[in-house]
């Protein structure tokens, strides 16, 4: 059976829904993820917001406007008045939902129940619209199978364990529907898998069921080989393998959530990006093998914060890193690229909240400088670090651009450059003209 996960723009308007139907409706088994309709979760979060500053009239005003927008989707998506009364009934019972939570206290358990509503209400919607259409279709209740444990890790032995279970209780039908995203936590609270996270559900289902792939539709061909918001004429990747696409899809310009990639390289399962403006497009294949060596792609992520630590302490010093590291361990801020010298390191992060506290930290051991709005232009393919010569290419190819950090030979499938962000675009064309071209 393959998993088919669907992202907002898909199943964002009557029309773009219809499209889906036909898109998964050709009789074969399988399951489909959606995520929410979009624009929906970011909705959801500024009414959350909101009622964190007790701002309850502004809320409501917002829960009013969105609730509106779906009274409008439902008559344009159902052909009969039944079906059309049903639809209402799903809205007025999600809504009634996050309405509650517009008086007393507000909670984490309340912003996430209401951040659960988009993928509940798409689903509703959807399994609704293909019954109507006259398809076997039944919904599978992502809350009573996707789990993550303490540490907000995905619990795989427990989704295993209880997709197979669901899936038996549902029963047979051809098209199963269920919600991207939401899940419990290991209280049993309803909890999400972070922005983004329906990928990630479409992956840990796949490998909880062995499916037999797993596909991943937006609204682009898949990934390209350089950012075309930055670079004419980039071209798609036919294929690519797990750890290329796991480098890439943490840059990859949110194309594909960056755990996606895990749970079916364990398992051994496909994943294919594709299109759903394009359908007879291949897309992207991702499997254990890569095709060829040399460099697929350029791909770069803003919002990137250098931090450097000079210590004399450091010289001939052991344990300064270990120091260092557990300062980041305790205000829970993933370091992404480092590098070091005898007497300073320095290393990146994107997670700024506790900035200010870790500086403070770090102040113990010498001089620290931060410098702000980074970019870490990534460059990815297969065996990069062992192909000889490559090294001088890509310094070739930046020549008069300001690195600021360059990570070579952390991984066999990346090299990554740290550049001011006013810097970036120069540096992706720079890539793009230098190691992308001559059919690379
Ligand atoms: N609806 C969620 C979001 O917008 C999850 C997803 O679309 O993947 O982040
Ligand atoms: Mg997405």
């Known amino acids: 059976m393959k998993v088919l996960k669907f992202g907002g723009t898909s199943v964002g308007s009557p029309e773009n829904m219809r499209a889906v139907m036909k898109i998964i409706a050709d009789g074969e088994e399988k399951i489909v993820v959606l995520s929410a309709m979009s624009g929906t979760t970011n909705a959801l979060v500024e009414i959350s917001g909101l009622l964190w500053k007790k701002n309850r009239e502004t809320a409501s005003i917002s829960i009013g406007q969105l609730e509106a927008s779906y ?20 809205i007025k019972s999600a809504f009634n939902i996050i309405k509650s939570f517009t008086s007393g206290k507000f909670s984490q ?22 019954n109507e259409n006259g398809y076997d279709c039944k919904l599978l209740p992502a809350l009573e199978f996707m789990r993550i ?47 983004g996270g329906s990928d990630y559900t479409a992956s ?46 943490y840059f990859g310009a949110k194309i594909l959530h960056p755990q996606t990639v895990f749970p079916a390289r364990v398992q051994n399962i496909p994943v294919r990006l594709k299109n759903t403006m394009n359908p007879a497009d291949g897309g992207t294949l991702i499997t254990a093998e890569s095709s060829g060596t040399g460099i697929k792609a350029v791909a770069a992520k803003d919002g990137i914060t250098a931090i450097k ?21 305790k205000y829970r801020t993933p370091i992404d690229m480092i590098s070091t010298s005898e007497v300073a390191v320095s290393l990146t992060i994107d997670k700024k909240d506790n900035l200010q506290k870790i500086k ?81």
């Open 71 to 90: 009274k409008k989707v439902v008559k344009k998506l159902f052909e009969s008045e039944e079906n059309r009364k049903k639809g209402q009934k799903i």
């Open 360 to 440: 403070n930290d770090l102040d113990k051991f010498g001089t620290v400088e931060v410098d702000d709005n980074m970019t870490i232009i990534c460059i990815v393919g297969d065996i990069i670090a062992e192909e000889r010569g490559f090294a001088s290419k890509v310094f070739n190819a930046l020549d008069g651009i300001p690195i600021r950090m360059i990570s070579y030979g952390g991984s066999r499938h990346n090299i990554s450059v740290l550049v001011p962000n006013s810097h970036k675009k120069s540096t992706l064309q720079a890539l793009s003209e230098n190691l992308l071209s001559n059919g690379n």
């Open 204 to 249: 840990l289902l796949g490998a909880a069921i062995d499916a037999e792939e797993i596909q991943i539709w937006t609204d682009i061909d898949g990934f390209h080989n350089n950012d075309p918001r930055y670079v004419e004429n980039t071209k798609k990747i036919e294929q690519l393998s797990f750890n290329e696409a796991a480098e890439l899809a």
């Open 109 to 130: 358990v309340g912003e996430n129940t209401i951040l659960a509503q988009g993928e509940l209400i798409s689903t509703q919607l959807f399994t609704l619209l293909m």
């Open 149 to 195: 444990d303490e540490d907000k890790m995905a619990d795989s032995n427990y989704i295993r364990e209880h997709a197979e279970k669901v899936l038996q209780e549902v029963g047979p039908t051809t098209y199963y529907i269920t919600q991207g995203y939401i899940c419990r936590n290991a209280s049993g609270e309803i909890d999400n898998l972070q922005r």
């Open 309 to 329: 630590i000079r210590s004399d302490r450091m010289l001939m010093a052991y344990g300064f890193l270990k120091s260092v590291f557990r300062i980041f361990e």
